[in-house]
């Protein structure tokens, strides 16, 4: 088990967990996940955040090839949630710092998740410096990306941002830095997911936060998931989270259903068809089949979500259900809407699924359409038009 040097003096001492799926309770992690912890040796030996409780272990393993565990001076938490600091017991107990620093707000989330502990926690603010021989450390709180107590740490004199979860990805590899991993694809997919799962509710916060990073003298971002970006790399991410934020509309949809007898998965096609002849390049997903952190995935690249569910007991099936919730609240931006569904009796699913996409402030350029039963050639004419009718209304979102 190495440590790897990142810099004169910087190593990475984090682990990575190639089997992780679950990733926080509510996003899917395919190809597992890496907790980056980095230690600066100096007159005074940092530990800038730890790990996931369980990989703790493994952090000291590293952490020993570097330095004695006993011999780190100051431990930086830059955020508490416990993916980063579920460790930090352990490795407290193991080096007992002389100093522990949070963000003021990350008082809170220390005391809530660390009761009762008589750690020297010393609360820094954004432009707070310390020195620790050769190199600084300069704080800079990013509120809500992702959490109150959310911060990075600049080290001026190595040009390194070490940023925590913003610039993350669910990535696990032995390659350290996003110049040395081959799948680029992947690579690229795995920022989507990050960023649309978990940063997405925060991108007004992303692009006041994005200037800030920008006026810094950075060569090296090193984040708290997934690979280390340098050199050109860092302006690309920035680009990407840039674009990813300002959520202008691009011409492809993304249709989603759930379905009993297949009928409202009849419709599902034939609304593709509408969007596809109008050249909107369209993903049908079946909730049942992709997980919702997938489908939440996937509308990072489209302008366009159709949702489609069967009446069931006089409203929508779990699933959809489920999804629009988890949806609703990453607040997508600048949406164009559809709904679809069929119905035996009593047929409310459209109508309430039109309510739930108006929620999350999207443009409906069409009625919601519903058919009893299996659809009709003209129910399948119906939803064609939906297709259509959403993809006009993309296409001049996308030209205006
Ligand atoms: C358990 C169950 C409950 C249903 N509840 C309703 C209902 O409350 N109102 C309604 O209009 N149709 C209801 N239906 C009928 C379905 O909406 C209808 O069969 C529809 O065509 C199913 O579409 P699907 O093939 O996409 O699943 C129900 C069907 C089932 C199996
Ligand atoms: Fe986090
Ligand atoms: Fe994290």
Request: proline fraction near 5%.
């Amino acid at each position: 088990m190495q440590a790897v040097e990142i810099k004169k003096d910087i190593y990475w001492v984090g682990a990575v967990d190639y089997d992780h799926r679950d990733f926080h309770g509510y996003s899917t992690s395919p190809e597992g996940t890496t907790y980056n912890a980095y230690v600066l040796k100096d007159e005074k030996n940092v530990l800038f955040d730890t790990v996931a409780g369980e990989c703790a272990k493994t952090l000291l393993c590293r952490l020993a090839k570097v330095l004695e565990p006993e011999k780190i001076d100051y431990i930086v938490c830059n955020h508490m949630e416990l993916d980063h600091q579920g460790a930090l017991q352990e490795i407290v107990a193991r080096t007992k710092p002389e100093k522990i620093f949070v963000s003021q707000t990350g008082m809170k989330s220390m005391a809530g998740y660390y009761p009762n502990t008589d750690w020297p926690v010393v609360p820094v603010k954004s432009g707070d410096k310390i020195s620790v021989g050769k190199h600084t450390i300069v704080f800079q709180e990013t509120r809500m990306l992702h959490w109150p107590d959310s911060m990075v740490s600049y080290i001026p004199e190595e040009k390194l941002l070490i940023s925590n979860d913003i610039f993350g990805q669910n990535i696990a590899s032995s390659a350290r830095f996003a110049d040395e991993y081959t799948q680029k694809e992947d690579y690229e997919h795995r920022i989507k997911e990050y960023y649309y799962n978990i940063v997405l509710p925060y991108s007004p916060m992303v692009l006041k936060t994005l200037p800030v990073v920008e006026s810094l003298d950075i060569d090296m971002v090193a984040p708290d998931h997934g690979l280390i970006l340098r050199g050109e790399e860092v302006g690309r991410m920035v680009q990407r989270y840039r674009t990813m934020a300002e959520q202008k509309p691009q011409r492809r949809a993304l249709i989603f259903y759930d379905t009993m007898w297949h009928s409202t998965e009849r419709m599902a096609y034939a609304v593709a068809s509408g969007l596809e002849e109008c050249q909107v390049p369209t993903r049908i997903m079946s909730v049942k089949q992709n997980h919702h952190s997938a489908v939440m995935t996937e509308l990072a690249d489209c302008g366009a979500v159709l949702c489609g569910s069967p009446t069931h007991n006089n409203t929508i099936l779990p699933l959809v259900s489920a999804q629009l919730t988890y949806m609703k609240g990453l607040k997508p931006l600048n949406r164009i809407g559809g709904a679809f569904g069929s119905y035996g009796w009593s047929g409310e699913s459209p109508k309430y699924l039109q309510e739930a996409l108006k929620a999350m402030k999207m443009q409906l350029p069409c009625e919601p359409v519903k058919c009893a039963w299996r659809p009709s050639k003209d129910d399948l004419k119906a939803c064609h038009a939906l297709g259509v009718g959403v993809a006009k209304a993309l296409i001049e979102a996308c030209n205006g």
